[in-house]
């Protein structure tokens, strides 16, 4: 009942808010996926479909194009956009985007199709670069909270927070055959370890977990189980980023993909 009603209220809020939106018409790559699709009911979106094999995209009618597309696909997206229009690309990503003039968008929302948007009392989705304003505007469009980060070194820490939860909640589901829910109450011990081990790795300071914990008690989230396939897809920008990290050594990252029939 109460997802029931998290998602009406949550329709009727949309509506409100789209009445009034102030952002202007932006161009949207990856409108099929699950947060492409979210983003996509945006009264200013407009979806822009691949160049065809030898051109590039041409984005001289929109001051804005948000990428919702899976790390394997920055390179490609940046390869074919002219230099001179990749400052007005914005990736909506999990992964560590490669330099680039590019906006950088780190989502700590979710989105299902039978539950909505997943965000009460998310951590603020994070913005960063030349048109951060532009798209923290389309964002609060659509009810989610953002926050600008104005350093390198504040976006490359943030990035590895969430590359952090994108590697190891996918591989905790996976080798528990459980949910995010199942995970953080009936496999806490497994979850702790594997969290802790990762922040070490990236010599964070403990209070990033405080972030992935927040994000996993989202109303909704218990539910989720994230994509295997997805993440054996990305495995390279993102457990595999960790693996590059260890030095070799066995670790309980290492047994856990071991354990799913992962060779490492």
Not at 15 to 40: E, H, N, P, V, Y
Not at 63 to 72: D, E, G, K, R, Y
Not at 219 to 248: C, H, Q, S, T
Request: glycine share 8%; net charge negative.
């Amino acid at each position: 009942m109460l997802e029931f009603m998290g998602c009406r209220i949550y329709t009727l809020l949309y509506i409100s808010i789209f009445s009034t939106t102030t952002a202007t018409a932006f161009g949207l790559i990856g409108s099929t996926g699950s947060l492409g699709t979210f983003i996509s009911t945006h009264p200013s979106a407009t979806p822009l479909p691949r160049p065809p094999p030898g051109t590039l995209y041409n984005f001289t009618d929109h001051s804005l194009v948000l990428a919702c597309v899976p790390i394997t696909s920055v390179s490609s997206i940046l390869s074919n956009t002219p230099p001179s229009q990749q400052h007005k690309l914005a990736f909506i990503s999990n992964g560590i985007i490669p330099p680039s003039p590019a906006t950088v968008i780190i989502p700590w929302f979710g989105y299902s199709q039978t539950l909505g948007l997943l965000s009460l009392s998310s951590p603020p989705t994070l913005v960063s670069g030349p048109l951060a304003s532009l798209a923290s505007t389309i964002l609060t469009d659509l009810s989610i909270e953002t926050s600008t980060l104005t350093s390198s070194r504040d976006l490359k820490a943030s990035q590895k927070i969430k590359l952090i939860w994108s590697s190891s909640m996918w591989l905790l589901c996976a080798f528990h055959e459980t949910s995010i829910g199942g995970v953080t109450s009936t496999y806490k011990s497994s979850y702790d370890k594997l969290i802790d081990e990762l922040i070490e790795l990236e010599k964070l300071n403990e209070g990033c977990k405080d972030v992935i914990e927040r994000y996993n008690r989202i109303e909704g989230m218990e539910n989720v189980v994230p994509k295997k396939e997805l993440a054996v897809e990305e495995f390279e920008y993102r457990n595999g980023y960790f693996i590059d990290l260890d030095g070799g050594r066995d670790n309980f990252h290492r047994e856990l993909l071991r354990g799913i029939g992962i060779d490492v």
